[in-house]
């Protein structure tokens, strides 16, 4: 499960675009927490505390406790903005989580056991169409990573989210379908010498067919 992070805020007293460009020439990132149908608490948060968080690569999947006026509220991130040019942070949003609650998050994937698979051994490609999967979680068992055991896997072989072993009190947010996570793949190399072979099959048996032919006419004559 992700850690637990924590930041400290202070209430926000005035709003508008003029208040937040002051808060934020004094190293302060305007930011909101919402949800749990009570009302929207503005607030602002140190930016290089903040900048740490977001360092850790888990920030917006992780349960964050932000502390405003010394009581705690237990949030999960839903949006950062950013400078386009700066790349520095501008704003926040922190969902205020119920308790019990289940979150969507965004969970990264990861792959085990690649010298167990038949299909990477012989030179195959794991082919990854999703990174992460989109998940419904509990609240308080979020978890860092999927991992996806590749054991076995044959060139040609794929992997689909009903294979997967979730954690508990985790599903799928994507019900309607059966998607595919990720296969493995023949490398450039076989793909050719296998075209190669298919064209040189067919040369042949175009060649066999004109000689065919030719014994035909000459049996006429």
């Keep these: 499960m992700s850690d637990q992070l924590t930041i400290a805020a202070e209430p926000r007293e005035r709003a508008g675009k003029g208040a937040s460009r002051a808060l934020r020439r004094e190293g302060r990132v305007p930011a909101v927490i919402y949800g749990d149908k009570?009302?929207?608490?503005?607030?602002?948060?140190?930016?290089r505390a903040l900048n740490k968080l977001l360092g850790t690569g888990h920030f917006m999947n992780s349960l964050v406790q932000v502390?405003?006026?010394?009581?705690?509220?237990?949030?999960?991130?839903?949006?950062?903005?950013?400078d386009p040019v700066s790349d520095r942070p501008l704003h926040v949003d922190f969902f205020r989580l119920a308790k019990g609650a289940k979150v969507q998050v965004n969970i990264p994937v990861v792959f085990i056991n690649e010298e167990e698979?038949?299909?990477?051994?012989?030179?195959g490609v794991m082919n990854v169409v999703r990174h992460e999967l989109d998940l419904m979680c509990d609240a308080d068992h979020i978890p860092d990573q999927i991992e996806i055991d590749v054991t076995g896997l044959e060139i040609g072989d794929s992997i689909h989210i009903s294979s997967i072993t979730l954690p508990d009190g985790a599903v799928s947010s994507i019900t309607d379908r059966d998607f595919t996570i990720a296969g493995v793949t023949a490398p450039s190399a076989l793909k050719s010498s296998d075209d190669e072979a298919e064209e040189s099959e067919e040369g042949t048996e175009e060649a066999e067919g004109e000689e065919a032919e030719g014994e035909e006419g000459d049996s006429e004559d």
């Design 117 to 123: 698979s038949p299909g990477l051994k012989r030179g």
């Design 67 to 82: 502390e405003v006026d010394g009581k705690k509220t237990r949030t999960l991130p839903k949006d950062v903005a950013f």
């Design 38 to 47: 009570k009302e929207a608490i503005a607030i602002h948060v140190e930016e």
